[in-house]
T-cell receptor
């Protein structure tokens, strides 16, 4: 149980285009989803937290107009990187949690974004 | 906000030896301390976690200790095996919200 998927697993796009990444909880209802970014050989950095049906809460330094997060259902959250630039190239990982903040976050497999 | 420091950044051990990774955190309100194992290009896998109401937790070859007063916690892996080779991250948070990760430790276990 507690499986989280992400799509696509990797994507290459041209600079200036937008890319959408999907995060799905396959066997549970995710009341909260988190988005992380991980640059090569670095740690995971929390970008934003989203609760189903509410606006996402962004961490300091993360541009909400550039990284659009939509958590429209209890099983799906999307991250759209708008007007992508090479410096946005990174490994984007989501996690999902059901219920309250005592419960574990379950991580997706990540999406490798390369912006040319 | 929370800040988590992790040491060492790399650790090489012989198969069968023990490995210890240490983390310190800054926010005394943090009460949840998970450890993750991440292989290259893969998702982080939770290997053990501890909450602030206990000082030690063990699961087979893996144990975690927590010193709330000093604000540090450690991961102990005994009888290391080559398949333990990976990057290990500690994290700290208030409940399971807003995980703040350490900088990671690359563990290499040589046969």
């Amino acid at each position: 149980g507690a499986v989280v998927s992400q799509h696509p697993s990797r994507v290459i796009c041209k600079s200036g285009t937008s890319v959408k990444i999907e995060c799905r909880s396959l066997d549970f209802q995710a009341t909260t989803m988190f988005w992380y970014r991980q640059f090569p050989k670095q740690s995971l950095m929390l970008m934003a937290t989203s609760n189903e049906g509410s606006k996402a809460t962004y961490e300091q330094g993360v541009e909400k107009d550039k990284f659009l997060i939509n958590h429209a259902s209890l099983t799906l959250s999307t991250l759209t990187v708008t007007s992508a630039h090479p410096e946005d190239s990174s490994f984007y990982i989501c996690s999902a949690r059901w219920g309250n903040s005592y419960n574990e976050q379950f991580f997706g497999p990540g999406t490798r974004l390369t912006v040319l | 906000g929370e800040n988590v420091e992790q040491h060492p950044s790399t650790l090489s051990v012989q198969e069968g030896d023990s490995a210890v990774i240490k983390c310190t955190y800054s926010d005394s309100a943090s009460n949840y301390f998970p450890w993750y194992k991440q292989e290259l290009g893969k998702r982080p896998q939770l290997i053990i976690d501890i909450r602030s109401n206990v000082g030690e937790k063990k699961d087979q070859r893996i144990a975690v200790t927590l010193n709330k007063t000093a604000k540090h916690f450690s991961l102990h892996i005994t009888e290391t095996q080559p398949e333990d080779s990976a990057v290990y991250f500690c994290a700290a948070s208030l409940n399971t919200d807003k995980l703040i990760f350490g900088t990671g430790t690359r563990l290499q276990v040589f046969p």
